[in-house]
């Protein structure tokens, strides 16, 4: 058995039912599965616990289990690590990267800050732990805006990496903070022309954008919120057709709340690839989560320097949030 693949290349006999195995495992070796919402459906109904990237946090911090199996992106998994130092983390597949985090090293991150003295860091948590231990206070899509209402009017700040996400909030809140230049290329790519396309084919459908996307979709969107803000919305909304502008993984559980009404992905700019689809939170395969249950790898190892500066600003985002009931 290796992990030199960055997940465990071992083989798996053919005649296992995979779904009882992995939950068989799961409760023998006291193991509780966390799935974002943009993991394949099979995975997140798999899962104790599915959520966006702040509920996966919040659960985390309250688990009791010594085993966490992370089914997102790395990020995710060193967040869960570095509020669960005494447990065992371990992902399916360590190369489920992230672009956005990619978009801003932690040394040229470093450099930025040095450049602007006097700034509060506010970072989303798509960063590595790295550039976490730089910042004061995380953020995640569901608290950015009420996070960014918390600090003094007049505060310098620096936001990154997501230059779409600090837009927006730049826009809702009135603030000017200064952006770094990243992006995700999942929510870069959709069109707003396609967009404006499905919309006249279905006049009343809603559209849902996450704010990662660029402010030309962000701007026609009837709501703009995190992946459990847009489910939300859509659950309690009294129309039946919704354009979803984020990854289609959340589709699965929209659907599943609402068997009745109806989800259309929006279509990105380049039409012959599934921009739709972050194809590092698909990495994560049913195969993939049975070994690594089984041999309990690969593992979450994150710094032990790094992710005692880089819990603090996570442990702030999670104490306002609490205070804020988000
Ligand atoms: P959420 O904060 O909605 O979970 O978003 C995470 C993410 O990776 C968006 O691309
Ligand atoms: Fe990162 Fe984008 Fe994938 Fe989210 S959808 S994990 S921001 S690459």
Sequence with gaps: MTVDKGYVDAPIDLSLDLKS?????????????????YQKGEIQDLADYIGDSLALAQIAQKIEAPIIVLCGVNFMGETAKIL????????????????LADSCPAD??????????????VSY?????????????????TNAQQIVESLPADEKIIFGPDRNLGNYINSITGRN?????????????????KILELKAQ??????????????????????????????NYAVNSQEKEFIVATESGIIHEMQKKCPEKVFIPAPPEDSTCACNECNFMRLNTLEKLYNCLKYEQPEVVVDGEIAAKAVKPILRMLEISEKLKL
Aim: with cysteine; hydrophobic share 40%; charged share 25%.
């Design 21 to 37: 195995e992995i939950k068989r495992l799961k409760e023998e070796k006291h193991a509780v599965i966390l799935a974002h919402y």
């Design 84 to 99: 669960c130092p005494d447990k065992k983390v371990i992902i399916p597949d360590m190369n489920a990267g992230c672009s």
């Design 177 to 193: 903070m200064k952006l770094w230049n990243g992006a995700c290329h999942v929510h870069e790519q959709f069109s707003v022309q």
């Design 125 to 141: 948590v798509n960063t590595s732990a790295a550039v976490k231990a730089l910042t004061d206070v995380v953020v995640t899509s």
């Design 108 to 121: 040229e991150f470093e450099k930025f800050i040095k450049l602007n003295p006097g700034h509060t860091v």
């Design 202 to 231: 279905y006049p009343n459908a809603k559209v849902l954008a996450h704010p990662e996307c660029k402010d030309v979709v962000v701007r026609i969107a009837d709501k703009v919120g995190s992946t459990a803000a847009l489910l």
